[in-house]
């Protein structure tokens, strides 16, 4: 599978190039443009709120087009990006945010469709499409100790025009892949489902609307959890940057293990757990895992916690994933939009709900905030069991 899907593979990993040089090179940055780390750090929420923004807005459309050619749009929109981000003013690097939100909106469902697109099976086209977002979990691990050697030559503005250029070329050979590829969305023979059809189909979709509030609610609470891990870490056990550096990796790759294992449990012909169970058993874990985080006593149990939620997160993300794809057929570029853009409102949510809690209770508060969340995902989960899949 990885033989047949290694240039979307590819494109996943390029995609948090862009991205994970913001954050890295903040201050430096921040420095080059003028301005102080809080005012350039903020400016990753446009990112967010242009990946809600069009991702609704293109979801429709992902199915109407070749996915190759989806794909290559994006992949030009974040060679553009990047090569703005080298910019380095004010201006520019609004732009360099705006832009990369929008392409990652693009391209992560149009990749994600076109490598389940190129199996048969239902289950074999849920594997390949989490295992894309497996490898995107891995790279958010990975990309920064990567990045770090390159850009002691030539600094974070080479790394930016570095991904400029593999995005552009890779964009090139997408482009010429997908010329002449039709559109999977069709009805009734040659007739294609109009735009505002398409949210009606997907509506229909059985299980799809609480699926993608449990995507959404699932993205906040852990997006929020992982926005205060290393406040948490540093108040209760002060712990530096550099050991939590691993802290942050020990998260980074129980999500990848769960997404990577999960998604190939399930894509089993005959599983031992079916996505909608392993999807409340995930949430269960996650909801338990997160009550106990905020009040574990011991610095190694709070390290078991941590790997307990990056793998139970990553389980659900998993399921979620398999389940969209297998339920929405050839509608599944366009769910998967929709996903998208769901979870970038729900990391806005999560840090805002978090801080929230974090601001009126203390880190109880947030145990509480985040347990809320979890709690309602279960519920939306119990009825994804409820209503299966008619394929």
């Not at 990652?104 to 295992?131: E, K």
């Not at 805002?352 to 279960?378: D, E, K, R």
Request: with cysteine; glycine share 12%.
């Amino acid at each position: 599978m990885v033989r047949r899907l290694w240039p979307f593979l590819v494109a996943s990993a390029v995609s948090l190039i862009p991205f994970t040089v913001f954050g890295m090179y903040l201050v430096p940055i921040a420095a080059a443009a003028g301005g102080d780390v809080a005012e350039i750090g903020g400016l990753r929420g446009l990112g967010g709120l242009a990946a809600l923004v069009v991702g609704f807005l293109v979801a429709p459309l992902i199915d109407r087009l070749a996915r190759e050619l989806v794909a290559a749009g994006g992949l030009a929109l974040l060679g553009v990006s990047a090569a703005l981000g080298a910019v380095g003013n004010v201006f520019a690097l609004a732009a360099f945010c705006l832009l990369i939100g929008a392409s990652t909106s693009i391209l992560a469902p149009s990749i994600g469709a076109a490598a389940a697109d190129r199996f048969t099976s239902a289950a074999a086209a849920g594997r390949a499409a989490t295992l894309v977002s497996a490898t995107t979990s891995m790279m958010a691990m990975l990309a920064a100790p990567v990045l770090a050697v390159p850009g002691l030559l030539w600094g974070w503005r080479g790394n930016l025009l570095a991904a400029s250029t593999v995005s552009l070329a890779l964009s090139a050979a997408f482009f010429w892949r997908g010329r002449g590829r039709k559109a999977p969305l069709r009805v009734g023979g040659n007739q294609r489902i109009s735009y505002l059809t398409t949210y009606r189909e997907l509506a229909r979709i059985p299980g799809a609307l609480p699926l993608l509030v449990v995507a959404m609610l699932r993205t906040a609470a852990f997006m929020g959890y992982l926005a205060y891990l290393a406040a948490f870490y540093d108040e209760k056990f002060d712990l530096a940057p550099g050991w939590f550096a691993l802290v942050w990796s020990l998260s980074g790759a129980s999500f990848f293990l769960g997404n990577l294992l999960a998604g190939r449990h399930i894509a089993l012909e005959r599983p031992w757990i079916g996505p909608e169970k392993m999807l409340l058993i995930g949430l269960s874990v996650a909801l338990t895992s997160v009550v106990l985080f905020y009040f574990s006593p011991t610095l190694p149990l709070t390290l078991v916690l941590t790997a307990l939620l990056g793998a139970s997160h990553a389980t659900v993300a998993a399921c979620v994933t398999t389940l969209l794809v297998r339920r929405s057929g050839d509608l599944r570029g366009s769910a998967l939009s929709v996903n998208a853009a769901g979870m970038s409102l729900g990391t806005f949510l999560g840090a805002a709900i978090g801080g929230l809690g974090l601001g009126l209770g203390g880190y109880p508060g947030t145990a509480l905030a985040f347990s809320a969340i979890t709690l309602l995902a279960v519920l939306f989960a119990v009825r994804v069991r409820r209503t299966p899949s008619l394929t």
